[in-house]
């Protein structure tokens, strides 16, 4: 298991660290696909929704200050984890695809990048911030709720739709 201290959480400044990012990402949506069927259909129905590789091949322009922000986990220099966050309007912005890896999950990186993305919020000014999850994936969403976050509708009911006010 990976020692929670020998862990960093730093932003995404340079091309290799929205190129970790970016695979990173990749190997989320490719994890998320074996839960189940349903899983698979649910992440085909997101990919639908969001033109998600032209976010990973531009994420600076997408995930960056003034419009976002992009955290990067990481051991000795190993990618661990991700979250980022998109400006929605003026004071809300969403959280996206924050992802652990498996060989660090057990060490609390997931709740560690959780907070970092919301003082991250606050430090960019935001008052409140979405996110948008899959219903199968429980352990995020007890997290989501631990820190704050409450149920609203969204505008897809086939995902869990979580706010906080920052």
Do not use: W
Not at 64 to 79: D, F
Not at 82 to 90: F, H, I, P, W
Not at 113 to 140: D, H, V, W
């Amino acid at each position: 298991m990976i020692e929670s201290s020998a862990i960093t959480i730093a932003r995404a400044a340079i091309p290799a660290d929205f190129k970790a990012a970016a695979d990173l990402t990749r190997t989320y949506f490719a994890a998320l696909r074996t839960y189940s069927r349903d899983a698979d259909a649910m992440v085909d129905a997101y990919l639908g929704n969001h033109d998600v590789e032209a976010e990973l091949a531009d994420l600076g322009g997408h995930f960056a200050p003034p419009n976002g922000a992009c955290l990067l986990a990481a051991s000795t220099e190993q990618p661990l984890g991700v979250v980022m966050l998109s400006r929605k309007a003026a004071t809300h912005c969403e959280m996206n695809r924050m992802y652990v890896f498996e060989r660090a999950r057990g060490t609390g990186l997931g709740r560690k990048l959780c907070y970092a993305i919301l003082e991250e919020a606050r430090t960019m000014g935001f008052r409140r911030m979405t996110l948008e999850t899959m219903p199968f994936l429980t352990a995020a969403i007890s997290l989501y709720r631990s820190v704050g976050f409450t149920p609203y509708h969204g505008s897809d009911a086939r995902f869990v739709n979580l706010q906080m006010t920052l």
